[in-house]
């Protein structure tokens, strides 16, 4: 089980979450965040830090946003190794998954 970041975050990126995650498993894509479902510890720090309310436990996570828990997947797929180690060694990735790349621009 992971957390999954989720629509609100898209154009937001408000990072709090990113300060307050113990093990470095939340990525910074183009539009939005993701946390990496493998090094995630379900520890649930990035939650209430979340300004845009945008992070939910993956069994809680609104139907209308479901897919964003398998573009949080897909996100990684692409990676050399699925646990390159942490967010701030990978830096930010320019590219987002194909149906947050394809959202209208948000707010």
């Known amino acids: ?12 990126k408000d990072k ?4 307050e995650c113990p093990v470095d498993c ?13 090094e995630c510890v379900d520890c649930g720090a990035c939650e209430p830090v979340c300004p845009p309310q945008a992070i939910y436990y993956e069994d809680d996570l609104p139907e209308p946003w479901t897919d964003f828990l398998r ?29 947050i790349a394809a959202l209208p621009p948000q707010g």
């Open 1 to 12: 089980m992971t957390y999954v970041i989720a629509q609100p975050c898209v154009d937001v």
């Open 16 to 19: 709090a979450c990113v300060d």
């Open 26 to 38: 939340i990525y910074e894509g183009e539009r939005t965040l993701y946390i990496n479902p493998l």
């Open 71 to 99: 573009a949080g997947r897909d996100f990684f797929a692409d990676f050399d190794n699925p646990t390159p180690g942490g967010a701030s060694v990978v830096g930010k990735v320019d590219k987002d998954d194909p149906m």
